[in-house]
């Protein structure tokens, strides 16, 4: 399903929280962001300890924590979007920990009965994904991989080999958060390298936060991935704001 989407179109990708600031919030995010043009989402599962995260999605991870949101209650959460919009595909974006504590096989069960697709694991360096990526494709779902700035040709060999169907370009180093501008010039000659490697999809994420943003960005790559912005208004309950933000950001979009 994420595959055929990448096919059809350059995905506007959002990330949101999964239980942030409630449960029935982050249903109506969800909804939101499709009924305006999102065409994947990913479903952020909250942890103790998000390392890649800055302190818009820290924050959220942090509240959902203590409100006792656990992988059960998001995996109730993606349920119900899946039952609304079908044809949506879902990527958790969970870090390892979670995953291990549950069992790889266990974890990939229930989100399959869950209505997920696909995972990004962020703290899971391909070295160490061989065993969960083939229970995750065992059961259909795909696995996606990230490259930096910093990665190498080996490194951007390795990745494109394990990444299912795309892959997941941070643009810049350090950690989420929006910025106002960022560094095209790297980020076209980056991804250019990519595609010289594979003709895996690239996505780019990471301080994506405007129109403008990711207007550039569907010129260079195939698929505009938005997180702290969202996270920041899912917070406030701000919808008509969400709305407006994915239209401006879909509006953008070229290809």
Not at 30 to 53: H, K, M, Q, R, Y
Request: with cysteine.
């Amino acid at each position: 399903m994420i595959k055929e989407t990448f096919q059809k179109k350059k995905p506007l990708i959002c990330y949101f929280m999964g239980g942030y600031p409630s449960i029935e919030d982050s249903v109506k995010t969800a909804f939101t962001l499709i009924e305006n043009g999102a065409d994947i989402l990913e479903v952020g599962f909250p942890f103790s300890d998000p390392v890649a995260d800055g302190v818009t999605i820290q924050i959220a991870h942090e509240k959902a924590v203590k409100d006792g949101i656990t992988p059960l209650k998001v995996f109730e959460i993606t349920k119900t979007i899946k039952q609304k919009y079908p044809n949506t595909p879902l990527i958790a974006m969970t870090y390892y920990n979670p995953i291990f504590k549950a069992g790889e096989e266990n974890f990939c069960k229930m989100a399959k009965e869950n209505g997920i697709d696909g995972f990004i694991v962020p703290d899971l360096p391909p070295e160490e994904g061989e065993n969960f990526k083939k229970i995750a494709n065992k059961l259909g779902l795909s696995v996606v991989f990230l490259l930096a700035p910093t990665s190498d040709e080996k490194r951007i060999n390795l990745v494109s080999k394990m990444s299912d169907d795309f892959i997941y370009y941070v643009s810049l180093t350090g950690i989420t958060g929006e910025r106002q501008t960022l560094p095209w010039e790297e980020l076209r000659e980056k991804i250019s390298q990519i595609r010289k490697i594979t003709d895996k999809k690239v996505a780019v994420g990471f301080g994506v936060s405007k129109g403008e943003h990711a207007k550039i960005i569907s010129q260079i790559a195939d698929g505009v991935i938005v997180g702290s912005a969202i996270v920041k208004l899912q917070g406030k309950k701000d919808f008509e704001g969400l709305k407006n933000l994915v239209i401006e950001l879909k509006s953008n979009i070229e290809g």
